[in-house]
């Protein structure tokens, strides 16, 4: 048989590995084969093998990482329709129970029952690898101006989710201002709105460049320095930033909002104390949108039902977002190319940290601040 390299996580093996997997074969008429180009490394990626969460399939001992890849397609089974050899492409992550409805209905990112699985994450093989299989139903083609970008299409989508759910829920509030185009379900919703994005990390850095195209006043806070290349970038793309190193989550607010309406906090953090500090200093009719997944235990002391009165009477929502269906990931691709040809000036590619595949330890190894995003390039384009 076959083999080709992979990295991924060993079980009873603390850290990243370097292993063997069998070459894939198209075995359904549905399958589509494709040559791995780039993977990028997100904090869910660091975290799992810092903190050694491994969630490997039942009989394996080894889980091959990776969720966020592109690749080209280099053969279809005979049932594909949609792509051909030499496509450029991207694959969704989780895979559906088959059981609850919104995963009967393509909505994997919404299961009810919590028995998917995620190719790289949750007990399914990821694409740190040269060549994967996968069914023609969860691969998305990439348009050819932004194929060098498309590695950030995964997090993109998640950004996307975020947003529509929260255009979703705020079409409850059909007048924000006299405009009749700024409602939220309107293509030109984000018009006379303000947004707090908490974290200048990647998704963060995507969340500003959605929030942005869609004219949205976009304020940022982080506890970095001023000149940090992350701030840097933020700024490039007109967010304000906000120092949160020594203010609190009220004067945070107090900076981006001057007294008016914040229509929207997007946590992308994961910094418990700020993201549970932020919520009594929500606006009145507003949505806060938390997309970060804080790690270790914070306990802290609230006034309950002072929280709940002003939930109540403000008539506020807090909403979890996770994952992404395809529809997310299609949208992220058009949006890329909004996002990549307005900020095209900005200096992304010396924050990118590339790696070879057979360095992934090494990559896993170093989180260089200064690097926005790690990516294992299998292949170069
Ligand atoms: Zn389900
Ligand atoms: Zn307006």
Redesign the pocket.
């Known amino acids: 048989m076959k083999k080709q390299l992979a990295a991924g996580m060993v079980r009873g093996k603390t850290g990243i590995h370097l292993f063997e997997v069998p070459m894939p074969e198209i075995k359904q008429p549905d399958e589509v084969l494709i040559r791995v180009k780039e993977v990028g490394l997100d904090g869910t990626d660091f975290n799992a093998i810092r903190f050694n969460l491994q969630d490997i399939g039942e009989g394996r001992d080894e889980m091959v990482m990776g969720h966020e890849a592109v690749g080209v397609v280099e053969a279809t089974g005979p049932g594909v329709k949609s792509f051909k050899p030499g496509d450029p492409v991207t694959i969704t992550v989780r895979r559906?129970?088959?059981?609850?409805?919104?995963?009967?209905h393509n909505m994997?990112d919404?299961?009810?029952?919590?028995?998917?699985r995620e190719r790289g994450l949750h007990r399914l093989d990821g694409s740190l690898t040269r060549f994967v299989i996968e069914r023609e139903q969860y691969v998305i083609k990439v348009p050819a101006e932004v194929v060098k970008w498309a590695v950030f299409s995964e997090p993109l989508s998640i950004v996307e989710k975020g947003v529509e759910q929260i255009r979703i829920i705020q079409s409850r509030l059909p007048w924000t201002c006299d405009h009749p185009e700024h409602t939220f379900l309107s293509p030109r919703w984000g018009g006379c709105k303000t947004a707090l994005v908490v974290g200048a990390g990647p998704l963060g850095l995507l969340a500003i460049a959605l929030l942005t195209i869609s004219d949205i006043k976009v304020f940022v806070a982080d506890i970095l320095p001023e000149d940090h290349p992350r701030v840097r970038l933020a700024k490039g793309m007109d967010a304000t930033y906000i120092d949160a190193r020594s203010i609190s989550p009220k004067e945070i607010v107090a900076d981006c909002c001057l007294n008016a309406n914040l229509d929207i906090i997007f946590e992308a953090s994961g910094a418990a104390a700020t993201a549970v500090g932020l919520i009594p200093h929500m606006s009145r009719s507003s949505i806060y949108v938390m997309t970060g997944i804080p790690r270790e235990e914070l306990m802290i002391q609230i006034d309950a039902a002072r929280l709940v009165r002003q939930i109540v009477r403000f008539n506020q929502v807090i909403v979890g977002s996770i994952n992404s269906n395809r529809t997310h990931f299609e949208r992220a691709l058009q949006d890329l190319k909004q996002i990549t040809s307005r900020f095209s000036s900005l200096p992304v590619a010396p924050v990118i940290h590339r790696w070879k595949l057979e360095d992934s330890e090494r990559a896993f190894a170093t989180q260089d601040p200064a690097h926005i995003k790690t990516v294992i390039e299998v292949e170069p384009w």
């Open positions: 559906g129970c088959d059981i609850c409805h919104p995963c009967l994997s919404m299961c009810m029952t919590g028995l998917y």
